[in-house]
């Protein structure tokens, strides 16, 4: 049986609710957490309007840095025949933003950071000791310093009629590859998770939730203890379908924090991002 339960951030129980689901089916909803609806409209509204404008091809990505604007159509997940039907921009510390969206874009980057490490320090409490004795060091204590994290804002946009490629949806099948993932509610539904079955699921997502995801690296960490699940962004029903937005938070340690015995973070990043034509 897969589902994903929506956990309250006040529930005493929430830890241990919010670590068996990531267990069991690799998400988890997140209700009642402490960044507010009111925050997220306004960083959707300020970012449509970054994204309606021609200022955008002046903050357009250079590789090999990983930040900036990366236009429509530019990445295709692993193994994926077609280019997805997104653009977005990935925000890092360090990152040149534009003035309109600077506020409200840093202030969420440091909100969000601030809870994955509280729902890491969740997770690193409800894990069994025989894995996390596998941990080479506790998962909260992999972000300390780090400036890996990633907040990247996703703008689908409105689609009319077939796609542009066969086979083209706005994103395709694919796992994340660092430690959790904070995804914030997405602006309209889309969102889909797949169990063990190959079955896929609908992430229940409401306005103000965050659903949150394990990534490869914490699968890998874990021993495949905590699942890295395979999701997707489906297009609109009947080819029709207004604008989306969302913003994945993605949860990175320190580059040279150990994950295996093979591999260090930054090592296992590279080799990820070769696959989906990212890297530099
Ligand atoms: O837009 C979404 O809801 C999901 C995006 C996603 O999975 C990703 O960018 O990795
Ligand atoms: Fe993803």
Redesign the pocket.
Known sequence: MFEIKAVSFRDPDAPAAFARSLRETGFAVLADHPITPERIDAAYAEWGRFFASPDKESFKVRPPAPDGYYPFRSENAKGAPAKDL?E?FQVYPATHLPDSVEATTRGLYEDLVVLGITLLEWVEDNTPPEIRARFSEPLPAMLRGSAMSML?I?H?PPQTGAPPEPGAT??AA?E?INLI?L?V??SAP??EAQDRDGNWHA?P?DRGMI?V?TGDMLELASGGYYPSTT???VNPEDGQGGA?????M?IHPRPEVRLSVEKTANEYLQERLREIGLAG
């Open positions: 997104k977005f990247r996703l689908y706005r994103a694919h994340d993932t995804l509610a997405g889309g969102l992430v997502c659903a995801n999701h997707r962004v989306r937005f969302s913003m994945p993605f």
